[in-house]
């Protein structure tokens, strides 16, 4: 606890902040996103039962000074402790009933949003549930998921989810469009826009912040499907997303990789973290050997590989 006193004793809060009639809060975690988090923050911010949260996550380029000026509350931390820390600090700073988790290139309007509300009120087992999500041009994203499996590990390592992209045991993605055009249970939902219920939030201890990047979503979903929550995709929402990165990928995939271990091993336990990890590290250098034109892209594979290898032996520090 000391060291979240000390990451937001920089917080402000304004008059807007909470009040009893607020049923939702907003959460935004920003790194590096001052160009794209006014046009996220700004509709919310502009609704009397939304209480908007930015958590600047030590942004080199001061994120949060884009939004200073608009009625929200803003959380500056002293150091970039991860996506699942940033939501955390979020969470706690309100007391909502719902909790939405928005990226900062990412917005969703009034009327998507209490669509979003009423489902979660509408099924008490929901304990999450996320909208039809779009991006530039209308393009639509795929954002329903299956749990990670050794079997879609190494069919996406051996290339055979090319021979079958829409079977079940070829992948983690949900990309059949008619899975998009109805409401669906996938087994967890992209955290690009996702709103969740507060008392399962609760119930599960919030993010593990031990998955600095990545694979945090799916643990959240996997630990309160143990619970008896389920997550839910409401097409009759939409959210606009513009996918802007705030890291290249090479910098980015030793992380995905190392997450993904982690996950497996606090889940299925050491073998399957051994086994998952063999299965990634063999994508990494096929993906390695296809860069091989590209050098950066081919180091971020190679240290993809190792960093997956690496993280078989990690201690676990999860709730």
Not at 131 to 160: E, H, I, K, M, N
Not at 199 to 219: I, K, M, P, R, V
Not at 306 to 313: E, P, S, T
Request: aromatic share 6%.
């Amino acid at each position: 606890m000391t060291d979240v006193v000390k990451d937001t004793a920089r917080l402000g809060d304004p008059a807007a902040a909470t009040t009893a009639a607020v049923t939702v809060d907003a959460v935004i975690v920003a790194y590096n996103s001052r160009d794209t988090l006014r046009a996220c923050v700004r509709p919310l911010a502009a609704l009397p039962w939304v209480s908007v949260t930015v958590v600047d996550n030590a942004s080199p380029d001061d994120s949060a000074a884009a939004v200073a000026d608009l009625p929200i509350r803003t959380i500056r931390t002293t150091r970039n402790g991860g996506f699942a820390y940033g939501c955390n600090l979020g969470t706690a700073a309100g007391a909502a009933e719902f909790v939405l988790f928005l990226n900062p290139d990412a917005m969703i309007e009034s009327a998507s949003l209490r669509t979003l509300v009423d489902a979660l009120r509408q099924d008490p087992a929901l304990g999450g549930v996320g909208p039809r999500t779009v991006g530039d041009g209308g393009r639509l994203q795929l954002t329903q998921r299956r749990f990670p499996r050794l079997r879609s590990t190494y069919s996406q390592a051996l290339g055979l989810h090319h021979v079958a992209p829409q079977a079940s045991w070829a992948g983690e993605v949900i990309s059949r469009p008619a899975d998009y055009a109805r409401p669906g249970e996938p087994d967890w939902l992209s955290g690009g826009c996702v709103l969740m219920r507060r008392a399962a939030l609760d119930e599960a201890g919030g993010l593990d912040e031990g998955f600095f990047l990545y694979s945090e979503e799916t643990d959240l979903f996997r630990r309160l499907r143990d619970r008896g929550w389920y997550a839910r995709f409401e097409p009759r929402a939409t959210a606009y997303h513009k996918c802007f990165g705030s890291a290249p990928r090479e910098s980015t995939a030793p992380i995905l990789a190392s997450s993904r271990v982690r996950y497996a091993r606090k889940h299925h336990g050491a073998l399957v973290s051994l086994l998952e990890a063999i299965g990634v590290a063999i994508d990494a250098l096929t993906r390695a050997a296809a860069w091989a034109h590209r050098p950066a892209r081919r180091r971020g594979h190679l240290a993809a590989a190792r960093a997956a290898l690496g993280a078989v032996h990690r201690s676990e520090s999860a709730p």
